[in-house]
C-alpha cells in the first residue's frame, strides 16, 4: 500500500512540473533559511563545549558600586585574590591569576606577533590543553618557560620541525623556552589564546600586583564536581570586603557556560547577551518554515478543481478517506523530501557567504550525524504541516457533488487559505519594519558627536623603542607631508582603560564613589585625535613643566562645582589647566565616565597618527611604515584604522540588521509564492464568472481590478496587524540602547507601501492571465 501511494504521488508531481517545482522551490527556500539559521545556533551554544572542565570552570569578575549603582568588570580582579580564593574557600581545587598580552616572536628572519597569556599552573590544567609536543607536567618548569599553539610553532619552524627545547626571542630583548606545543583552540573558544607563560615571569619587578586596590587580572577557577556553587559563590563574595574592609566591591563566580551566551549584566546582575540572539533567531526560523509549508498549503488548495474530479473517481471506486489522506501526505512529504534535496545544493552555494556576512567558519557536513537528523526532522516537519490542510480538504470532497460539477469552495476553507497569507504577510512587514529600524539604530549611533575624529586616524601599538625615539618618529613622519600629526597614548582611544576612584579634588562633594578613567598621553594627542579643548591650555611639549598639572574631561569640570575648573587641584597635588570636550569611549550607546588626563607618555600603548585629508591610504601608510622601520627595526608593521575599530563596535547591531535584511526578502519571496497560489486559485474558481464579464463587455482593466481588491484588502489588514507587532518588539529591542532612536510613523508607511507594491506585482501576473483568457473556453460547458 505504501509503495503504491509513492507511486501515485511521485505520477502527479511528474504530470504537473510547474507546479512541483513552486512548492518544491518555496520549501526549500524556507528549509535552506531556518538550516542556516540552526548552523549559526549550533556554533553559539556550542562555544567552549570542546574543553572537558566546562562544567566546574568559572571566570571570576568582580562588581563595583559608584553612585549607588552596581558594575560589572571583567579582568579586573587583585593579583593575590586567586591563591587565597584556592587556600581559604573549601571546594575551590583551582585558581590562576591571568594577563593577556601581544608578544612578537622572532626566529631567524621571521617576526610574527601573538595574543597569549601569563598565566599561574593551574590555568593549563583548567582548559584542558592537549599537548603535541612536551607534557602538563613540565610545562611550566622553569620560569623563562613558555608553550605555544601548534599553528604558531609551524609558522615559525614548519610542518615537520620541531619546536620543542628551542629558545625564541620574544619582543626583540628576551628570551624563552619553549617547553610544549599544544593543539589549537578552535575558534569557538571564548577566550583564545597562542601561548601561555609563567605568570611570574610578568609579575617580575611589579610589586603593585601584590595590593588589593589594584584590579588588573583575570582569574579563573576550578570547583571539585562535588561542590554546592551557590555555597561556594557565597564564600567567594566576601573575601574581598574582608579582605580589603570594603563593601562596595565583591567578586564572584561565572560558570563557563555561561562565557560567551550569558555575560551581559546590569546593576551587577546577569541579564542576558548573546542568548537572546540564539532565541531570536531560532524562533525566526520557525517562523520561515511555516510560512514557506503555508505555500504548499495555497498552492495545493489552487489546484483543488483538477484534484476534486481525481478524488470523486477515487471515492467511487471505493477508496476510504484514510487512504486519500495517506496519499496527499505522501504526496507532500515527498515534494519536502526533493525539497530538503534542493537544499543542501542551496546551502553549499550560500554557506560561504553567509561565513562572510556573519563572520564564522559554519559548514555543513553530510556525513555529520547531527546534521542529517536535523535536515530529516525539518523535512519531515514540512511535510507534514504543509501536507495536513490539502489532505483533509482535498479528501472531504463528496463525489456526487464533485462529478456533477458543483462548486467546491467552502466558506471556512476560503477564509483559511486569506488568513494563511495574511500571515504570511504581516510575517514580512514586520520584518520590513524591523530592518528599516535596526538600520536607523545603526546609523544614528554612527553619527553621534565621538569628541574626536576617526576619520584618516591609525592606531599603531606601541613596541620595541617607538616611545624612545618618539620625537624623531614624529618629526620624521610630519616632514613627509604626508601626516598631520602623531600622539600617543596609555589607552585605546575607544575602550575603557585605566581608571581609579576615591579621588579628592577642590569644589568636590562625595567624590569618592566616582569612577574616573585615567589617561597618560603625549602634549600632541588631542590635535592628533581632533579632541576640542574648550577651556585653558593643553600640555606643553616639556613634560617636566607639567607634571604637576592635568587636564579634565568636560563631566568632570562639572563634577568640581561651580565657576571654572582651572585652577582648581586633584588631591591637593594636580592643578587643572585645561578642560577637554566630553568624548565617547567603552560603551558606545551610552555616556562615557570622566577622565582625568596626565602629561606622561613612559607606559603608552598606542601610537596615534593622524595622516592629511585628501591622502592616499596607501600612500600615507607607506611613509609610516618607513619611519617605524628606521626607528624600530625589529617588529613588523601592524596598525588598524580608528574607524574600521569603532565600526566593529556595532557588530551585533550589524548582524541584526544584516539578518534581518535577509529574512524580510525570504518572507516576501515566500509569501509572493503563497499570495500567487491564492491568485491562480481565485482566478480557477471565477473563471466562468469572468468568462460571462467579458461577453457583456467588461474591460480588461476592470476584470484586474476586481480580482485584485480582495487581496489588497488582505494585504491592507496585514499592514494594520503587524504595525503594533513590530512597533512592540524593536520599541522593547530600543530600551537596551540608552542613546537610540525614536520610532517615525513615515517607518510604518514605507514598509506597507512595499508590501502593496510588491503584491500588485504578484497578483497582476494571475489577474492579467485570467483577464485575456478566452471566455469562449471557460463558458463553453454551460
Not at 79 to 84: E, K, M, N, S, Y
Not at 120 to 141: C, H, I, Q, R, Y
Not at 272 to 298: E, T
Not at 355 to 360: A, E, Q, R, V
Request: with cysteine; proline share 3%.
Amino acid at each position: 500500500m505504501f509503495k503504491n501511494y509513492i507511486k501515485i504521488a511521485w505520477r502527479n508531481l511528474w504530470k504537473n512540473k510547474g507546479y512541483s517545482l513552486l512548492n518544491i522551490f518555496g520549501l526549500a527556500i524556507g528549509i535552506t533559511c531556518a538550516a542556516m539559521i540552526l548552523l549559526w545556533v549550533e556554533d553559539e551554544v556550542s562555544f567552549d563545549s570542546n574543553f572537558s572542565k566546562q562544567d566546574v570552570v568559572y571566570y571570576v569578575p568582580t562588581n563595583q558600586q559608584y553612585d549607588g549603582e552596581w558594575r560589572t568588570f571583567f579582568q579586573a580582579t587583585p593579583g593575590p585574590l586567586a591563591q587565597v580564593l584556592k587556600d581559604e574557600v573549601p571546594g575551590v581545587i583551582g585558581a590562576a591569576r591571568t594577563k593577556g598580552e601581544d608578544l612578537m616572536f622572532q626566529v631567524d628572519d621571521k617576526s610574527i606577533s601573538k595574543q597569549g597569556r601569563y598565566a599561574d599552573p593551574d590555568f593549563l590544567n583548567m582548559f584542558s590543553l592537549s599537548f603535541v609536543e612536551g607534557s602538563l607536567e613540565t610545562a611550566f618548569k622553569d620560569v623563562d618557560a613558555i608553550i605555544i599553539s601548534q599553528k604558531t610553532a609551524t609558522q615559525l619552524y614548519g610542518e615537520n620541525g620541531s619546536a620543542i627545547g628551542k629558545v625564541i626571542k620574544v619582543n626583540n630583548d628576551t628570551n624563552y623556552t619553549i617547553s610544549g606545543v599544544f593543539e589549537d583552540l578552535p575558534n569557538n573558544a571564548t577566550y583564545n589564546f597562542d601561548w601561555v607563560a609563567p605568570f611570574e615571569r610578568y609579575a617580575v619587578g611589579k610589586d603593585w600586583m601584590l595590593e588589593y586596590g589594584s584590579l588588573f587580572s583575570d582569574t579563573f577557577v576550578e570547583l571539585s564536581p562535588e561542590t554546592d556553587f551557590n555555597s561556594v559563590n557565597d564564600k567567594v563574595k566576601k573575601i574581598l570586603p574582608q579582605k580589603t574592609e570594603d563593601a562596595e566591591v565583591y567578586a564572584f563566580l561565572h560558570s563557563m557556560k555561561d562565557w560567551h551566551l550569558r555575560s551581559t549584566f546590569e546593576g551587577g546582575k546577569k541579564v542576558g547577551g548573546q542568548i537572546i540572539y540564539v532565541r531570536l533567531f531560532s524562533l525566526i526560523a520557525i517562523i520561515i518554515l511555516l510560512i514557506a509549508c503555508v505555500n504548499f498549503m495555497n498552492l495545493a488548495t489552487a489546484r483543488s478543481e483538477k484534484r476534486a474530479n481525481e478524488v470523486g473517481v477515487r471515492k467511487v471506486l471505493g477508496s476510504g478517506r484514510k487512504g486519500l489522506i495517506s496519499q496527499f501526505m505522501a504526496e507532500a512529504v515527498i515534494t519536502a523530501a526533493f525539497s530538503a534535496v534542493l537544499s543542501v545544493v542551496l546551502l553549499k552555494l550560500l554557506i560561504p557567504k553567509f561565513n562572510l556576512l556573519i563572520d564564522k567558519q559554519l559548514d555543513f557536513s553530510l556525513v555529520n550525524p547531527v546534521h542529517i537528523l536535523t535536515l530529516l526532522g525539518i523535512m519531515l516537519f514540512c511535510g507534514l504541516i504543509a501536507g495536513w490542510y490539502p489532505a483533509f480538504y482535498l479528501s472531504s470532497f463528496k463525489p456526487v457533488e464533485v462529478l456533477k460539477g458543483a462548486p467546491r469552495a467552502k466558506g471556512s476553507a476560503s477564509l483559511i487559505r486569506k488568513g494563511l497569507v495574511a500571515t504570511q504577510f504581516v510575517v514580512s512587514i514586520v520584518f520590513i519594519i524591523s530592518t528599516i529600524i535596526v538600520y536607523q539604530q545603526v546609523q544614528h549611533v554612527k553619527g553621534r558627536d565621538l569628541g574626536y575624529d576617526k576619520e584618516n586616524l591609525v592606531k599603531i601599538p606601541v613596541k620595541g623603542d617607538m616611545i624612545k625615539n618618539f620625537n624623531p618618529i614624529e618629526q620624521e613622519m610630519i616632514a613627509s607631508g604626508m601626516i598631520e600629526s602623531v600622539g600617543l597614548n596609555n589607552s585605546d582611544i575607544l575602550s575603557g582603560g585605566n581608571n581609579t576612584s576615591g579621588l579628592e579634588w577642590q569644589g568636590g562633594v562625595d567624590t569618592e564613589n566616582v569612577l574616573v578613567s585615567t589617561r597618560y598621553i603625549s602634549s600632541n594627542f588631542f590635535d592628533t585625535a581632533g579632541m576640542k579643548i574648550l577651556e585653558g591650555r593643553g600640555f606643553s611639549t616639556n613634560p617636566a613643566q607639567d607634571s604637576t598639572n592635568l587636564i579634565v574631561s568636560e563631566s568632570f569640570a562639572k563634577l568640581m562645582g561651580t565657576g571654572s575648573a582651572i585652577g582648581k587641584t586633584i588631591e591637593n597635588d594636580y592643578a587643572v589647566i585645561g578642560v577637554v570636550k566630553d568624548y565617547l569611549y567603552d560603551d558606545m550607546y551610552g555616556s562615557s565616565d570622566p577622565v582625568i588626563f596626565f602629561n606622561y607618555h613612559g607606559e603608552a600603548r598606542f601610537l596615534y597618527v593622524k595622516a592629511k585629508v585628501g591622502m592616499a591610504t596607501t600612500t600615507a601608510l607607506s611613509a609610516m611604515e618607513t619611519v617605524l622601520k628606521k626607528y624600530n627595526p625589529a617588529f613588523p608593521f601592524e596598525y588598524e584604522f580608528v574607524d574600521d575599530a569603532y565600526n566593529a563596535k556595532f557588530t551585533s547591531e550589524k548582524l541584526i540588521g544584516s539578518l534581518s535584511q535577509i529574512f524580510a526578502l525570504l518572507a516576501i519571496l515566500i509569501s509572493c509564492l503563497g499570495l500567487f497560489g491564492l491568485s491562480a486559485f481565485t482566478a480557477d474558481q471565477r473563471r466562468k464568472e469572468i468568462g460571462v464579464r467579458k461577453v457583456l463587455g467588461s474591460s480588461i482593466s476592470s476584470i484586474v481590478g476586481l480580482l485584485s481588491k480582495d487581496f489588497m484588502n488582505l494585504v491592507l489588514i496585514a499592514i494594520l496587524i503587524a504595525s503594533p507587532i513590530a512597533w512592540l518588539l524593536m520599541q522593547n529591542w530600543l530600551e537596551g540602547y540608552a542613546y537610540r532612536i525614536s520610532i517615525n510613523a513615515w517607518t510604518f508607511v514605507i514598509a506597507g507601501t512595499i508590501a502593496i507594491a510588491i503584491a500588485l506585482l504578484t497578483i497582476s501576473f494571475q489577474a492579467l492571465k485570467a483577464a485575456k483568457a478566452n471566455p469562449v473556453k471557460s463558458l463553453r460547458t454551460e
